[in-house]
């Protein structure tokens, strides 16, 4: 299978960056706690609306970026309204074990 190279460009900076193409997430438009743009695939600690802790993934589905719950026991999906705070610790990229 050949390889291909693939490029983004994240910033103003006008500096290319080889990439893996297949680690190369959307932005979906919001940031964490600390400001850190939040990307599909990006594991995140966060709390819902009703003070409860997770972790969840960051997925596109049916034209939606939702959070997965990863260790809960129904797997639920939140949508991003329903999260009060969220923190980045990881993506899937980097962090396979979850």
């Known amino acids: 299978m050949e390889r291909k190279n693939a490029f983004i460009c ?19 438009g919001v940031e964490d706690e600390y400001g850190h743009s939040i990307y599909e695939g990006d594991i995140l ?3 819902d609306i ?10 596109f589905d049916n034209n ?8 809960d026991i129904c797997r639920n999906w939140y949508h ?14 980097d962090n396979p074990e979850f």
Request: glycine share 6%.
């Open 80 to 93: 991003f309204r329903e999260i009060e705070s969220m923190t980045i610790i990881g993506n899937i990229h």
């Open 10 to 28: 994240p910033d103003t900076t006008k500096v290319w960056w080889n990439v893996e193409p297949d680690t190369v997430g959307q932005y979906i």
């Open 45 to 47: 600690k966060a709390k």
């Open 50 to 59: 009703f003070d409860n802790e997770f972790e969840c993934i960051v997925v």
């Open 64 to 71: 939606y970026h939702h959070a997965f719950g990863l260790h």
